[in-house]
């Protein structure tokens, strides 16, 4: 349990190249859980290996519970972490693997023992126990290393991307696992991951970055219904947030949205306007595929008919694909209400949920007044729209 | 259930590429069942005949063995080879290992220390006894030097002591073959996954525990070929004794190469030679064989 | 130029002065005409040599010629491999110019096979007068008592009194000095060239480990491995005062610019005046096909006893020619004094042949020899009484 | 970051240093030696400094040595080249095609070279004279290929084995064949082993006496049987200055070798791509 | 374009180990795109590598066009595939790791040049071709791995988890090229993930494996809605299945599953009786967190009021879990609909949906007429219930 900042962190890997982290600033409470997430290659490993001191940073600092590491070495960090690549130890048996850290650290054996049992039995790998890494299949190797990390009781544990090769159903299982830990341990956590769930339910605060700079930091709830720009809102979500470009105008003072979808049009609401100058202004609609419903009837507001073009049953729900001002969008139905390709429907709209982007620059517009100020850490990079 | 048993137009190509494996190291079977095992058959069959001066097919039975389980200088031979063997084989390993783990350090000037550690192997065995014997003679060597500077007590006379000048040896064929063994250690460090080391940082180990408990344990077959590159010259170190003591004082120093080489060759006992060169063999392969086996048994990886 | 014919020469004259006198021998081939192939193979005092001329054999390709001495002519010629040399010997009347020991070591089955080139004396007793007149010894020894005399005053002059090299050879070469001067000729020749075992476990031979005990007592600590040539420094350079050693050490004083009856002494090892211990070089010839190389065999046999050749190679190598009729006043003192006592000797029969240097025995029973002396040397409290009985057990079971 | 000199990193550049000054001192002496005159020698201590240098050793090795300094290229390169060419294709099929009975064929083939090689002698050479080899530098060349065999298919084999064999399999996918795979894949990544080899063969066949002695004669012999005839005559006056120079003539191909492989260790460093 | 099929395949990793794969039969047509699925550890890998020839079969045959390739080595076979480790080669560059099967196929250099460029927009690695696999990060490696594929036309592809390494943005994308690129090319693929989405939209058919039997053969539609058993149940789907143990009883003729929430009960009416052998039998009811919603009132049927216990938002939707015959239960609901943590709702069962499971064998047990017979493929196992 310890508090970690990170105060303007610079990485490059080398002289030539360009950074790979360009000015992190991030501040974590003692016992708080960050979610970190971003696209491939944006430096999310590289952070982690720059907080456990397995690369040297460039510029700034890192403070654990205040006390500037930056010189300190790996092993006096008193970090745990899980690899990307497992880096199992191909020469140790499982449980080698596991108890490796605890005999570093003198544990007695017999408390070795019952910890990697302990370990073994969470990630349900006691059949395992006396194979080599080579002899395991890519989910049993991911869960070693995760139980490597498990075993201990660090300071802070790093994850990265821990489960990506778990089935479903284990992966639930041990987010579970790793959520009540959690709250029982209270152990500071940097967490990376790509899937959404885990990056919505597991953290205290979610970290987006890009190109090696953090675009948003805040907790789940903010930067799900509050992202910071266009990227932010682009990548969190699955299936991601419809964007429609369009220019806004003002109807009986209020400022709406037209929307088009060659069957009909609608005039979506978007509350009271801040200032006059949005008006006629080009900028990009945001709106996620759950806050596109079937309308209960035909009038209805803040609805527009539409044709089905694609249809793509996940399972639990059905995702349909219209166009409306000549973009693809998508909105998740459940899958009795789901209608053929080639029907139309009349879509209902969640208006209040609407969220508005400078089509230039990308970033939010802080349109409604209702919503609380839009949280950002460190740098915010201008997004230049794709 | 009838499966369309079409297995494709087998062209002779593909049962080239089968088979090509098996071609490429044909060549080698070949050599080492004619230059290895058809000479130590040959070998063999000499040891059971009365051979002397040159070889001879007069079957005497295990006549030359008994000459030989009879004769003290074999005796002499064979327990120095254990001492000189274990010793060399050790020293070696352990200064092999240390050295390696040091240069790889990110060392400055690495490359010229290599180089230094490296360069006995460079010079023949030869060279390398008579430049040992005068560094070790006690008239002429360290010992002369110490006293020379001063030093009146110092009494190292190893090489003219009977039960001593093993460890004389000892010392000459580890100089000139650590280096060997450093190279060797240093080229398998390099190949260690970084990303295992990583992970043991993390953990907390030292660099100490790191290298004791995680990298060299991967380096396992690098170790298996220095014992085997290490037992290889101990057994054959024929140039060094015959360089740096003859065997002497005595036959004190003698080595079962040596041996062999003397009676096959200088004094025309080669039926006893050769008896002499399949209980080497034999010795080896009660030590050697259960080695080999532990090693080649198991699976690719470990 | 067309060659008349190769003789290919294995051998193991490679040293300064060897080379040099070899190179006489070639190029005295090559103004015949022929070709001289230089195999030269140091090592082991010619062992290195037997190896490469046995497996040159066993591949089918000997060479025409090869250094091959004593009882080692017997064992070749038993294989049926080398050439007569009748016809040479004949043309060049060489049952005239050698002595009767000579040509019988030379010949197997009755026929020349070999043609000798140097006969070395061995028993002898290499002398630094300065260092003896410093530690006030004014004659050199005849005898053993003496030898210890010298030996304990040489001793007390601080002086290492016997110069040796603690090699298997070197052990042999005085212990065989002291068999021939305690068992006399006839009893060397009965422990050496019979193995007699009654004369071997003698009470004699008892003395003869007991005197080689108390000679190694005079020899420094250190000599283990040490080379002859470094010994022979040692009195060289007035640090010893003696050395018990071959004719060939004449070399290493005359390197050294010394003189000989003037800068150093050689006499007789004590107690075997009268006694000569032989060791004879020879070349054999093996069997050849093609006749120009039989020509070239023929005419290296002819020209090794030429006294062209027999003057430089014996001045470079310190022994005498192995003919008789050389005039020995271009030679030294101690040359001078070795043909005579060779001559003597060969008239009273006790012209014996050297142990320590393969001349009396076939190499499996010299070797035996050679381990039971060189460890009773090495041994700091071996039994002399035992040493007798050892070298007749080793002999048996090398035969 | 530039790590300070720590106390510890201290330590290490003092024991390696240490190390290296224990390893030369044999060198400086022959060094010093071969710089001395005969006399000097005569007269002096072996660790003393020269009275006067001289490099008369070093002219009267060379003479001596100089032809039979040839040879030894003329034998050593072709043997380490085939020798270590095929150690790497047998290493390659042993870690990476086994086949039944390929670990015995190995094992087979390590222990076989425990054979004293005094002993094979006589069996080689008749083989060769049969198949009229004998006395040429093919014969001897062949010699060294199959004794060195054993160890360069050994070090090719363990460092081939920890080699993720992942990489193989999508070789074959990719679909290369087998010596493509070889070519691309696995050579690539071997320097190191390869230098290791490389210097393991040259020192041997560069070094050898035994072979070079029987198996060539007169004119064909390997330096080194021009340097024991040097060193080791057993009458006579030696010359130690111009034995050491010899010695150290005959020592500095392979000493410029090392130089030069040495640098090549580094290079192959295979990095870890490959997880799992 | 080729059919693959496999008859009665046994894989076993020594003599003295029990068999990795158990007599698998399979087949798909030329042109489908299979998705494997099952729990780590189950054989995944290893069928794959079996398909390949990288492993061979003890036992049994794999037949593509017909043809028994059973002995054939993997360069003959013309397949493609991704390897879950990537197993890029480390001493070339990203251009030629993607390039070197073309080369080994001896395809002209500019057409290599121009695949690979393709293949590198593709997977958005233009930047890195020149790079050594050693310095990208995991989902950079694990596209130019994909890329490796990609850029061959085998018979066959064959992807191991290719996707597992890369954020979800990325990871849509790249499903949709899969997918797209499957339908222009019609190439044969047999595809591992653990993702749910990928697994139900991708595939034409899906096996789900476990402990190296098949469990399942079916369409994706099929594997959801009429799971075989307990196992495929509960291991397709995310959040995965209710599952509550209870025992049906009979009222006014019809089957009824009795549901106790604490506050409440109800009876949910089970469609018409096959036989009466179910009556008071012991079974096991599943229902999906998407077949349980908010009742429209309070006494609608099929609905019961129970108390929240947990809240989780995800982000587009919000789990909350309840009690219900001392069982968890899991309800997906719009998170404008989700109460909070202690109230009271009433829940809405789609009765419609419910399954029945043998307590015992875990078997699904075939009530409702309307359903299709369930597919299943190859040998099932007896399913022991947890
Ligand atoms: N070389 C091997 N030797 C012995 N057992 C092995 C070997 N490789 C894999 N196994 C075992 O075989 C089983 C199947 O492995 P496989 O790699 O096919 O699993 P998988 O389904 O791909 O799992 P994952 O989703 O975790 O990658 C596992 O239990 C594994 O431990
Ligand atoms: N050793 C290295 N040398 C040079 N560049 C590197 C090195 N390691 C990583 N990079 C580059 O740095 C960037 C960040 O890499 P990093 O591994 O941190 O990405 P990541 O966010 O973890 O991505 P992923 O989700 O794909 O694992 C990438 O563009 C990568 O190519
Ligand atoms: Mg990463
Ligand atoms: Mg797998």
């Known amino acids: 349990m310890a508090s970690l900042e990170l105060r303007s962190v610079h990485k490059s890997y080398g002289s030539g190249l360009a950074d790979t982290l360009k000015n992190i600033d991030l501040s974590i409470d003692s016992g708080e859980f960050l979610i970190l997430v971003g696209p491939s290659g944006c430096g999310k490993s590289t952070l982690m290996n720059c907080i456990a001191g397995l690369e040297a940073i460039t510029d700034g600092a890192i403070l654990v519970d205040g006390t500037d590491i930056s010189g300190a070495s790996p092993k006096d960090r008193d970090i745990a972490m899980v690899f990307q690549s497992y880096a199992l130890y191909p020469t140790m048996s499982v449980r080698d693997n596991i108890a490796f850290g605890l005999k570093m650290r003198k544990m007695p054996s017999a408390a070795i023992e019952e910890e990697v049992a302990r370990v073994a039995k969470l990630l349900q790998i006691e059949h395992l126990l006396s194979r080599k890494p080579s002899q395991l299949s890519g989910g049993q190797q991911q869960r070693v290393a995760m139980g490597r990390a498990l075993a201990r009781r660090p300071k802070i544990y790093l994850f990265d991307e821990p489960l990506s090769n778990l089935d479903a159903k284990l992966r639930v299982e041990m987010r579970t696992e790793i959520k009540q830990m959690h709250q029982r341990l209270k152990t500071t956590t940097v967490y990376v991951t790509h899937d959404q769930i885990e990056a919505m339910t597991l953290g205290d605060k979610v970290a987006v970055m890009k190109d090696g700079i953090i675009q948003q930091f805040g907790t789940p709830q903010q930067i799900y219904n509050n992202p910071a720009n266009l990227f932010v809102a682009s990548f969190i979500g699955s299936p991601p947030m419809n964007f429609i470009p369009l220019r806004l105008q003002r109807r009986d003072g209020r400022l709406v949205a037209l929307l088009d979808s060659g069957q009909a049009r609608c005039e979506l609401p978007l509350g009271l306007v801040d200032g006059e100058s949005l008006d006629g202004r080009d900028v990009i609609l945001g709106i996620r595929p759950e806050q596109i419903g079937v309308a209960s009837g035909e009038g209805a507001l803040a609805s527009i008919r539409a044709e089905v073009e694609i249809t793509e049953p996940t399972g639990p729900d059905t995702l349909i694909f219209v166009k409306l001002n000549d973009t693809k969008v998508c909105c998740r139905l459940a899958p009795d209400a789901a209608p053929q390709i080639g029907e139309s429907l009349q879509l209902q709209f969640d208006a209040d949920k609407v969220l508005l982007f400078d089509a230039q620059t990308g970033e939010r517009l802080g349109l409604q007044g209702k919503r609380q100020p839009v949280e950002r850490a460190g740098n915010v990079a201008r997004f230049n729209s794709r | 259930m009838s499966v369309t048993m079409v297995l494709s137009k087998a062209s002779p190509l593909d049962a080239l590429q089968r088979w090509l494996p098996k071609l490429v190291v044909a060549p080698t079977m070949l050599v080492v069942m004619v230059g290895f095992y058809g000479y130590i058959l040959w070998t063999l069959v000499l040891s059971f005949t009365n051979s002397s001066f040159m070889p001879s097919y007069k079957w005497v039975g295990l006549q030359q063995y008994a000459r030989l389980i009879d004769n003290d200088r074999w005796w002499v031979a064979s327990k120095n080879l254990l001492v000189f063997g274990g010793l060399f084989i050790g020293i070696s390993l352990v200064i092999g290992v240390l050295l390696a ?69 000892v010392i000459a064929a580890v100089w000139q073959a650590s280096g060997f063994v450093i190279a060797l250690f240093l080229a398998g460090l390099r190949g260690v996954d970084q990303s295992i080391v990583r992970a043991a940082q993390i953990d907390g180990a030292s660099l100490p525990s790191i290298y004791l408990r995680i990298i060299l344990p991967s380096l396992r077959p690098v170790f298996f070929s220095a014992v085997m590159i290490l037992s290889h010259i101990a057994i054959k170190s024929f140039d060094l004794v015959a360089a740096m003591t003859a065997g002497g004082p005595g036959y004190a120093s003698d080595l079962p190469a040596m041996f062999m080489y003397n009676f096959t060759f200088s004094r025309g006992q080669m039926g006893v030679g050769s008896a002499s060169a399949m209980m080497m063999l034999g010795a080896i392969l009660a030590i050697l064989v259960p080695y080999l086996y532990s090693e080649l048994r198991g699976k690719r990886h470990d | 130029a067309d060659s008349k014919g190769t003789v290919e020469v294995v051998h193991w004259w490679t040293s300064g002065g060897e080379a040099a006198a070899v190179k006489v021998l070639r190029d005295l081939v090559d103004k015949d005409g022929f070709t001289w192939k230089d195999s030269a193979v140091a090592g082991g005092a010619g062992s290195a040599a037997m190896t490469v001329l046995k497996t040159r054999v066993v591949s089918g390709n000997p060479p025409g010629a090869a250094q091959i001495k004593g009882p080692d002519l017997q064992e070749w010629g038993a294989l049926d491999l080398l050439s007569s040399l009748d016809e040479v010997a004949e043309a060049n009347d060489w049952n005239k110019l050698l002595s009767k020991t000579v040509i019988n070591t030379m010949q197997y089955d009755g026929h020349y096979v070999a043609v000798p080139v140097n006969i070395h004396r061995v028993n002898w007793l290499w002398i630094n007068p300065e260092v003896f007149k410093k530690a006030g010894i004014d004659k050199a020894p005849t005898t053993l008592d003496e030898l210890y005399a010298a030996g304990d005053k040489l001793k007390a002059a601080g002086f290492v009194p016997l110069a040796h090299g603690g090699q298997p050879w070197q052990d042999s070469t005085v212990f065989e000095g002291l068999v021939l001067g305690i068992m006399g000729p006839e009893g060397y020749h009965k422990a050496f060239v019979e193995h007699d075992e009654a004369t071997l476990t003698s009470p004699q031979m008892t003395e003869v480990f007991t005197a080689l005990k108390k000679l190694s007592s005079y020899m420094d600590d250190n000599r283990a491995g040490r080379d002859w040539n470094l010994a022979t420094a040692e009195v060289i350079n007035g640090k010893a005062g003696m050395q018990i050693m071959g004719d060939w050490a004449k070399s290493e004083w005359t390197a050294a610019g010394k003189v000989a009856g003037t800068d150093y002494q050689c006499v007789p090892m004590p107690g075997t005046a009268g006694s000569y211990t032989y060791n004879i070089d020879s070349i054999a010839m093996f069997k050849l096909k093609n006749e120009g190389d039989i020509a070239a065999q023929h005419a290296l046999a002819r020209i090794a006893l030429e006294p062209e050749f027999q003057y430089v190679f014996n001045q470079n190598k310190g022994s005498i020619p192995v003919r008789s009729d050389l005039d020995m006043s271009k030679f030294d003192s101690c040359a001078q004094a070795s043909m005579n006592d060779f001559k003597e000797a060969d008239q009273n029969g006790t012209l014996e042949p050297s142990m320590a240097h393969s001349m009396a025995t076939n190499l499996a029973v010299q070797g035996a020899i050679f381990d039971v002396v060189t460890n009773f040397m090495s041994e700091k409290n071996a039994d002399p009484s035992k040493g007798g009985a050892q070298i007749y057990a080793a002999i048996k079971s090398a035969q | 970051m530039t790590r300070a000199f720590s106390p510890s990193r201290l330590a290490i550049h003092a024991t390696l240093l240490v190390a290296a000054a224990l390893y030369l001192i044999p060198l400086v002496v022959m060094l010093l030696t071969s710089l001395k005159t005969p006399e000097d020698i005569r007269t002096g201590n072996l660790l003393s400094w020269p009275e006067v240098f001289t490099l008369i050793g070093w002219v009267k090795a060379w003479s001596v040595v100089d032809g039979y300094f040839w040879n030894s290229v003329k034998i050593a390169v072709p043997a380490v080249l085939i020798s270590t060419a095929l150690g790497a294709l047998n290493g390659y099929v042993l870690s990476m095609w086994r086949f039944r009975g390929s670990q015995l064929f190995f094992g087979m083939l390590l222990f076989g070279c425990f054979l004293p090689f005094q002993t094979v002698l006589l069996p080689a050479s008749f083989t060769l004279g049969k198949f009229g080899l004998a006395n040429t530098t093919t014969g001897l060349v062949l010699v060294h290929v199959v004794y060195g065999i054993a160890f360069t298919t050994l070090f090719f084999r363990n460092y081939y084995v920890s080699v993720p064999d992942a990489l193989v399999r999508a070789a074959r996918l990719d679909g290369a064949g087998f010596f493509t795979i070889f070519g691309r894949i696995l050579l690539p990544m071997s320097t190191p082993i390869i230098m290791v080899c490389l210097i393991w063969q040259f020192t041997q066949i560069w070094n050898d006496f035994l072979f070079g002695v029987v198996f060539a004669s007169g004119d064909a012999q390997p330096i080194t049987v021009a340097l024991n005839n040097l060193v080791n005559t057993s009458t006579g006056a030696k010359e130690y200055n111009v034995d050491m120079a010899a010695a150290m003539i005959a020592g500095l191909p392979t000493l410029v070798v090392y130089i030069f492989a040495g640098k090549y260790f580094l290079r192959g460093l295979t990095a870890g791509a490959v997880k799992g």
């Open chain 2, 101 to 169: 783990v040091l240069l790889d350090q990110r060392i400055r000037r690495e490359g010229f220390i290599r180089t230094i550690y490296l360069y006995p192997m460079a010079l023949s065995m030869i060279v390398t006894g008579t430049a040992w014997q005068w560094l070790l003679n006690p008239g002429l060597g360290i010992d002369k030097m110490l006293r020379d500077w001063g030093w009146e007590g110092f009494r190292f006379d190893w090489l003219v002591d009977p039960n001593r000048v093993i460890y004389c040896l």
